[in-house]
């Protein structure tokens, strides 16, 4: 498991340039803040009051008082700035976000996203994806490509609570890499070992294969 999540957090690094403002979702994108490469100026934003997270801290230095929006205790950059939600929702809202990595329960065909909640477990709120989704300049989801029931996770149509309609740009799973156009769902890349096969085996959703396909 450790393994794949590591397989889609290096691939996700890839979308984050130098210069850029950066949101991570709770979860698997918060790893990616360890992987940014120590010459990239990016500014790291989480939505509950701070631009500029750096690394998670190393054990025995953490500070209770320093946490992201997935209450995990992080580090903060020279130049980082603390301010209150208004604020930091506003930044979103505004249009100041270059680019959100969020995780995703599902990805449909269109784009559309369900990542914040299961219907019947208990949710302590929606969060921030809503207005991230519909406030970042691109929009990237990392996720695995199947659930525990070996069920495909990117599929024709959500079943659970969308967070947004036709919002994700770019899909990132332990298989493959998908972009979404104005004519659909395309295959850009595959993962080491994987073929297109098991890529149409192991999606619901249909999409077209890039004629420029990157083979890892």
């Not at 509950?48 to 205790?73: H, Q």
């Not at 249009?95 to 065909?109: N, Q, R, Y």
């Not at 493959?176 to 096969?197: C, K, N, Q, R, Y």
Request: charged share 25%; hydrophobic share 40%; aromatic share 4%.
């Amino acid at each position: 498991m450790e393994d794949v999540r590591q397989l889609i957090v290096r691939r996700a690094v890839k979308e984050i340039k130098d210069g850029m403002n950066v949101n991570l979702g709770i979860g698997m994108p918060t790893l990616i803040a360890n992987e940014i490469p120590a010459d990239f100026h990016v500014m790291l934003q989480s939505e509950n009051g701070l631009l500029g997270i750096g690394p998670f801290p190393v054990e025995g230095e953490e500070d209770p008082d320093l946490i992201n929006a997935g209450k995990e205790t992080i580090t903060e950059v020279p130049g980082s700035s603390f301010f209150d939600s208004a604020e930091s929702f506003a930044m979103i809202r505004g249009g100041h976000i270059d680019l959100a990595i969020l995780g995703g329960m599902e990805v449909s065909e269109t784009g559309d996203l369900a990542n914040w909640m299961i219907p019947g477990k208990m949710v302590k709120g929606m969060g921030g994806a809503m207005d991230l989704v519909s406030g970042a300049k691109r929009v990237v989801v990392i996720m695995e490509h199947v659930n525990k029931h070996g069920e495909s996770k990117v599929k024709k149509s959500c079943d659970l609570p969308l967070t947004g309609q036709g919002v994700v740009h770019r899909l990132i799973t332990d298989l493959a890499v998908f972009d979404f156009t104005p004519d659909g769902m395309v295959l850009i890349e595959t993962h080491p070992g994987v073929s297109v096969d098991k890529v149409k085996e192991s999606t619901e959703a249909s999409f077209r294969v890039s004629s420029d396909l990157i083979s890892q």
